[in-house]
């Protein structure tokens, strides 16, 4: 560093300094330790894509007029020269074709939305599955429940504004699930909509829902969710050093800020190659909205398909009575698996600790097979939310795949039911076979692809110990101890009805395969001495005999 | 051991082998799916009484089996008594007839007729029982059209079926509403007048051949047009839009993410 | 698991003290602070070690590696340059122009990122040294004595402020903050009217015409006289009104005669008396939650919903047969005027669309 840029530099820092009393604080910041693992990435993905979202909608306020006055087109795109639409869809045909870059701005800005909502669902998957929603963190998984459901509202309204026929359909819909609600529904979508379904006020109102509102409180809750994380720091996966008392890896300065920074880039490259190349969203061949028009294989954006698949699959329930329509066919769809769905996700981190007991601080990840319950009944809920969205696109799998149509909607209603209890028992099954392997390899040992011949002509393959890194992985499998009767008095509650469904529930849990003896080194005969590669003959009998059926007890 | 061999051991070689095939099979599924190019229209003959005995010829070896002798129609297939000209120009200048699986819907194959014969067969269908002619190449030119009105008719009575872009769309019982990429103007004109099939009938009293040019005009301007924003995944929506969004985007994201935070060797 | 140490009440230094090597006793201090003849008064204190190393840990590596990353930097920097010279000279106001400029601009911009990206990350992988450090977590729990201190704190200045022993003070509070949080819900409520019975009716009257949406031209029962027709019509005069249209548009289906299935007492079935010359008019908005229905096949009689595939019998006074919707598309009651145009011989004889809650 040369003299100069260390004495403004030198200066600049006193200066704050003198105001702020920074010093000890960035210095902290500064050593900050980050661990290191390709998922802990995926949460940034959703935090660029964001700040890119922020940036290119910013642009496009700057073009776009938010009203349904009519107008009749004359721009660049002819095909709908002539045609009569809504101040909001020409001005977004003018951004497409007569602003230089406002196509581009607006296909990054799709683009993006697309992957915040799906990074989204990836950094929510990954940290259920490896167990990082756990305490101290219940917290931040909320607000990142809600972070969720604030951003697919977001690219819903987002999507409506242009006024196109696809988006406009989706409003229509919208309108219907709001008149199914009981007492209140008509009251409802008569003030959302200014009145009667189009009216002349939900495009101008989503739109400041959409600029304004929602985008304060995600910044809010974003800012939230990074302060909770850097203060009781990331988590890690389980390897050599790793404990629940420390946290390994690189510094924030230089290391992590030149990582990120390089995340950044890359979304933003990748967002912009897509939006280069894969055409998003194009109104024009939509056309304007209008309600007496709709096109066969009409979806919403990748997530809301859930919601349009139940509404698909449910049956035609309805009860009339006293003058009164419960329109179950309707607004059960649109709520119950929403409803089923974000509470299921916001109240998992405190029933997971109700039934096992835990409330240790873990800062540790589980490795998913490690937790076969928890992670059988994550794919059960994938697969729940999957054959959802699957039958959303029916008539596109039907036209495509030359299935009949109503076949699809007939299959869709049993697999919702069957699907995920047959993921929960595949997924299980899967992660207790891992569990069997990863005891092989601590047991046996790797294979080295040494093969030598014995005295008696015998082939056999030599194998060696798992290094200490891979070790320190495979034997990560946690004490999953049962619950203990807390305190004397608390006995008699858990041999209620409640007691004893927590007891049955934390049986589930917690099964698990148990470590092997000798915890893995040597070759399984017990001489707990790993020097050199040794020789394994097959047929080796497993030396804990038989495995138990039921593991809750802890491994060595 | 060259260099080729030492970049396939490193741990990320098979990573990146598996990135570059999936953006090969993305990048040549983006192309493959974009529509194709229009087929030229067929002009109609004139009728005269050889026309009409090679047709009579042509039908009794080609049709007859299905539709019968006098083409009164049979058990395997209806009635083409008053059906017109228009409807047998447009089911064999498609290729869907002669029909060859019975199924819920007749499919658009390769032609094995010249238009000359064609015209010759529906010549003689139409002199069994009238119905609609083949409309002349006047009647389906699309100049000085009314574009935005063929937007209007187009959404309300064809997209239901066809889709905003003309991709097509299902229909119950394994029947489809197919694409219109490879109608021409002739074709467009006489389905809309015949109604085949599982479409219904758009009579000119109904809508005008003035306002049938209309449609014909917005049909083919639509698929012509080149796509600005880049592949158009099919211009089928956000099904597909949501499917490049994640194997596209987040897969590629994915490498990039492994490669940044993948230990270094120790050199 | 094992316990970290407690974190000391303001530690002095923080986390310097975890960094510092443990020292055993008997242990001679790091080499940097030993002379050969030992501490010399006055000499300085020594440096404490570096954190981090100086340089790459393969300079050979790194040098190339260097060169590289300036490669990539240089490459973005052209890019850049790219996009805004193709924004400068690429004009838009067509289709094939938008192409290109998309192109242009997308493809500059994309590889300035992805440059920086690839540069950023070779800087870090090949030039930055590979460290990996530890760090010490804190429990996060506050010690006892703090949460002591604490809720000290917060009683003192609950009874200080009078706010727990003088209920009067505290109820009026409450009482004063409930209708103001009230308030701003209230402000909403002329966000829009309130439905009343506007879902029940649409605008179609005794004698008004049919036309047909698009020309917007009134429409003959002679000239829609072939079986297998479908049309989509609106209300005359009201072709412009969105609103109108998305309660008012209605479709007119053509059939043979004899196909229609006539309604009886306590059976469904097409109200005759509402057709004209087997012309039959439905609703076109879907029963289920609004979609256009309109998707009709002439061969099976089926009118199609493509949103969630409801299917209504067209025959049968457009009973549902599959899907979700709950109830048949409503019958326009048609007839001829004097001129022979199809009008509407009244109202729907039941709300349309959507099933609400007050719909009976």
């Not at chain 3, 303001?10 to 030993?34: N, W, Y």
């Amino acid at each position: 560093m040369s003299t100069t840029t260390g004495k403004i530099l030198g200066g600049t820092g006193r200066y704050l300094d003198d105001r702020l009393h920074g010093a000890r604080g960035l210095r902290t910041f500064l050593r900050k330790i980050f661990p290191d693992h390709w998922s802990f990435l995926l949460g940034e993905i959703a935090l660029y894509s964001f700040i890119i979202l922020l940036l290119t909608g910013t642009f496009l306020t700057l073009f776009f007029q938010p009203s349904m006055t009519d107008v009749v087109y004359h721009g660049s795109y002819t095909p709908l020269d002539g045609v009569h639409m809504s101040q909001a869809y020409a001005s977004t045909l003018d951004i497409s074709f007569d602003v230089r870059g406002g196509l581009l701005m607006r296909q990054i800005h799709h683009w993006a939305a697309i992957l915040f909502v799906a990074a989204i669902v990836c950094h929510l998957l990954r940290v259920f599955f490896t167990g990082a929603f756990r305490k101290p963190r219940e917290l931040n998984w909320v607000i990142g429940v809600v972070m969720f459901t604030l951003a697919f509202t977001e690219g819903l309204f987002g999507y409506s504004l242009p006024d196109d026929l696809l988006s406009g359909t989706g409003l229509r819909i919208l309108e219907g699930v709001l008149l199914s609600i009981p007492i209140v529904g008509t009251y409802l979508s008569f003030f959302l909509f200014g009145g009667e379904f189009p009216g002349h006020d939900i495009i101008p109102r989503l739109y400041v829902i959409h600029i304004l509102l929602i985008p304060a409180l995600l910044l809010a809750l974003i800012s939230a969710h990074l302060f909770l994380m850097f203060h009781q720091k990331h988590t890690q996966m389980p390897g050599k050093g790793h404990t629940d008392a420390n946290v390994v890896g690189q510094p924030m300065y230089p290391y992590f800020m030149a990582k990120t920074g390089a995340w950044f880039f890359f979304i933003f490259g990748v967002t912009a190659l897509m939006s280069t190349f894969a055409q998003i969203n194009p109104i024009w061949i939509y056309g304007p909205y209008n309600p007496s028009g709709i096109s066969a294989g009409s979806q919403p954006d990748w997530y809301m398909g859930f919601l349009e698949g139940a509404l698909r699959m449910w049956p035609s329930w309805h009860w009339n009575v006293g003058g009164y329509s419960f329109a179950f066919n309707v607004f059960l769809p649109a709520l119950v698996p929403l409803g089923v769905l974000i509470t299921g996700l916001a109240v998992w981190p405190f029933l997971e600790q109700w039934i096992t007991g835990d409330r240790r601080e873990h800062h540790v990840n589980d490795r998913p097979r490690n937790a076969p319950t928890r992670t059988a009944l994550g794919m059960a809920g994938v697969t729940f939310y999957g054959i959802m969205w699957l039958e959303g696109a029916n008539d596109i799998v039907s036209r495509f795949l030359n299935i009949s149509l109503y076949l699809t909607t007939e299959i869709a209603r049993y697999a919702i039911f069957i699907g995920p209890v047959v993921a929960y028992w595949v997924t299980k099954r899967i992660c207790l076979g891992l569990q069997r392997k990863d005891n092989h390899l601590l047991e046996h040992g790797v294979e080295t692809g040494i093969i030598r011949q014995l005295p008696n002509g015998e082939y056999v393959e030599l194998t060696k110990p798992v290094s200490e890194e891979m070790r320190a992985v495979l034997a990560s499998r946690a004490e999953r101890p049962q619950i203990e009767a807390p305190d004397g008095d608390d006995v008699p509650a858990a041999r209620g009805p409640v007691g004893k469904l927590r007891g049955s529930l934390n049986r589930v849990l917690t099964e698990n395969i148990p470590l092997p003896h000798g915890n893995g080194h040597g070759n399984g005969h017990g001489n707990g001495h790993a020097a050199e590669p040794t020789a394994v003959t097959a047929g080796d009998a497993h030396p804990d005999g038989p495995e138990p059926a039921d593991g809750d007890g802890a491994g060595a | 051991m060259s260099w080729i061999t030492a970049l396939r051991r490193r741990p990320a070689a098979g990573y990146a082998v598996v990135l570059l095939g999936l953006v090969t099979i993305g990048v040549g599924y983006g192309a493959l799916t974009t529509p194709g190019s229009p087929a030229s229209a067929a002009t109609p003959g004139t009728v005269s009484p050889q026309t009409l005995a090679a047709g009579q010829e042509l039908f009794v070896k080609t049709c007859a089996t299905c539709h019968g002798m006098n083409a009164q129609g049979t058990s395997l297939a209806p009635s083409l008594v008053g059906v017109g000209a228009a409807a047998v120009d447009f089911q064999m200048s498609t290729g869907r007839m002669p029909g060859k699986d019975i199924g819920p819907e007749m499919d658009r194959k390769p032609v094995t007729f010249t238009p000359a014969q064609i015209h010759a067969i529906a010549d003689y269908v139409a002199s069994l029982g009238g119905g609609p002619t083949i409309p002349s190449a006047a009647q389906v030119s699309t100049a000085g059209a009314n574009t935005a009105l063929g937007q209007s008719l187009f959404i309300t009575d064809c997209a239901q079926c066809h889709n905003f872009d003309g991709a097509g769309g299902a229909l119950t019982y394994g029947k489809f509403a197919p694409a219109l990429t490879e109608s021409t103007p002739t074709q467009i004109y006489e389905a809309m007048l015949t109604g085949p099939e599982a479409m219904p009938v758009f009579s000119d009293t109904t809508i005008t051949p003035a306002q049938k040019r209309d449609i014909i005009d917005y049909i083919t301007r639509l698929r012509a047009e080149p796509n600005p924003g880049g592949f158009s995944l099919g211009r089928i929506g956000p099904v597909t839009e949501g499917l490049v969004g994640f194997i596209g985007g987040i897969g590629v994201l994915v490498f990039l993410a492994l490669w940044i935070t993948m230990k270094r060797r120790e050199s | 698991m094992s316990e970290t140490h407690p974190s000391q009440d303001l530690p002095e230094e923080d986390g310097q003290q975890s960094r510092a090597p443990h020292r055993v006793i008997g242990t001679p201090p790091p080499a940097q602070a030993r002379t050969l003849l030992g501490e010399a008064p006055g000499s300085p204190v020594p440096e404490p070690p570096r954190e981090l190393p100086a340089g790459p840990d393969n300079p050979a590596t790194a040098k190339t590696a260097e060169k590289v990353v300036a490669a990539c930097f240089i490459l973005s920097m052209l890019a850049s340059i790219g996009f805004i010279a193709a924004y400068v000279g690429l004009e838009v106001h067509s289709v094939d122009a938008t192409l290109r400029s998309n192109l242009a601009l997308g493809l500059s911009m994309s590889v300035a990122f992805l440059a920086m990206g690839v540069g950023a990350t070779i800087w870090v992988r090949s030039i930055m040294p590979n460290v990996e450090q530890v760090e010490e977590r804190h429990v996060l729990a506050s010690s006892e004595t703090e949460r002591e201190a604490f809720t000290k704190t917060f009683t003192e200045g609950a009874e200080a402020s009078g706010f727990v022993k003088r209920p009067l003070l505290r109820r009026t509070l409450i009482a004063a903050s409930v209708p103001l949080a009230v308030a701003p819900l209230v402000v909403l409520r002329d966000l829009g009217p309130l439905p009343g019975t506007s879902l029940r009716h649409t605008v179609w009257r005794n004698g008004t015409r049919m036309v047909v949406y698009g020309p917007d031209t009134p429409l003959r029962a002679a000239d829609f006289s072939i079986p297998g027709q479908m049309i989509t019509v609106a209300p005359e005069g009201y072709t412009e009104n969105q609103d109108v249209l998305a309660k008012a548009v209605t479709i007119i289906i053509k059939f043979a005669p004899g196909v229609l299935v006539p309604n009886r007492p306590g059976q469904p079935g097409t109200i005759m008396n509402w057709t004209v010359d087997n012309i039959v008019a439905y609703s076109k908005i879907c029963t289920h939650v609004g979609c256009p229905v309109a998707l009709y096949e002439q061969t099976t009689h089926h009118i199609l919903c493509p949103c969630h595939q409801s299917t209504f019998d067209a025959t049968n006074g457009a009973q549902v047969l599959f899907g979700p919707a709950p109830r048949p598309l409503p019958q326009l009651p048609i007839g001829v005027d004097s001129e022979g145009f199809l009008i509407a011989k009244s109202d729907y004889h039941e709300p349309v669309g959507p099933a609400f809650w007050e719909l009976g």
